[in-house]
T-cell receptor
Framework: GQQVMQIPQYQHVQEGEDFTTYCNSSTTLSNIQWYKQRPGGHPVFLIQLVKSGEVKKQKRLTFQFGEAKKNSSLHITATQTTDVGTYFCAGPNYGGSQGNLIFGKGTKLSVKP | KAGVTQTPRYLIKTRGQQVTLSCSPISGHRSVSWYQQTPGQGLQFLFEYFSETQRNKGNFPGRFSGRQFSNSRSEMNVSTLELGDSALYLC????????????????FGPGTRLTVL
């Protein structure tokens, strides 16, 4: 069935280093969403990408959607301790409705001060 | 605007029992989705309701069911609990309108942590 894969599973960085997580879908996606879940918290929506090749920035975060709309990445420049958490990508389940998302397993980011 | 609320926040049950979890979406949101989160399987879609109708159902056994009321509040029920049902159950609401990619973002509640002994 449809799958969304994310790598790496874990990433440990020193504060100030950059961080990137990659997301790959087994099918073409109409859109991709990114969420962040802090330890002990719930997923919080970060952004949605819709267009092929789209790049969006939010301060130190840069999101990309691949040309084939099957992959995406999230890059954080100069990580801070507030960036700690698990980052998930999610795409709509093929044939499903907007509220039916398939999530990647997430990348857990830890930042050493 | 108040966020998504879920009750109870924590539950401890024993195998064979049943449980009902409740979710109140953000005011005006008609779509409510439920997800199960476990360390091994991650976030998995259970079902989605829109205007009291189930729009989609994930790959879970029939012991998992849900419903949505006219005020958009939703409940999910798990019958004959198994040890493997221990998880964080998350509810998410959105403004999602069928056929549109606008207002797609899912607003998650804090979750209900279910432990089955």
């Amino acid at each position: 069935g449809q799958q969304v894969m994310q790598i790496p599973q874990y990433q440990h960085v020193q504060e100030g280093e950059d961080f990137t997580t990659y997301c790959n879908s087994s099918t073409t996606l109409s859109n991709i969403q990114w969420y962040k879940q802090r330890p002990g918290g719930h997923p919080v929506f970060l952004i949605q990408l819709v267009k092929s090749g789209e790049v969006k920035k939010q301060k130190r975060l840069t999101f990309q959607f691949g040309e084939a709309k099957k992959n995406s990445s999230l890059h954080i420049t100069a990580t801070q301790t507030t960036d700690v958490g698990t980052y998930f990508c999610a795409g709509p389940n093929y044939g499903g409705s907007q509220g039916n998302l398939i999530f990647g397993k997430g990348t857990k980011l830890s930042v050493k001060p | 605007k108040a966020g998504v609320t879920q009750t109870p926040r924590y539950l401890i049950k024993t195998r064979g029992q049943q449980v009902t979890l409740s979710c109140s979406p953000i005011s005006g949101h008609r779509s409510v989705s439920w997800y199960q989160q476990t360390p091994g399987q991650g976030l998995q879609f259970l079902f989605e309701y829109f205007s009291e109708t189930q729009r989609n159902k994930g790959n879970f056994p029939g012991r998992f069911s849900g419903r949505q009321f006219s005020n958009s509040r939703s409940e999910m029920n798990v019958s004959t609990l198994e040890l493997g049902d221990s998880a964080l159950y998350l509810c998410a609401s959105s403004l999602a309108v069928s056929g549109s990619l606008s207002y797609n973002e899912q607003f998650f509640g804090p979750g209900t942590r279910l432990t089955v002994l």
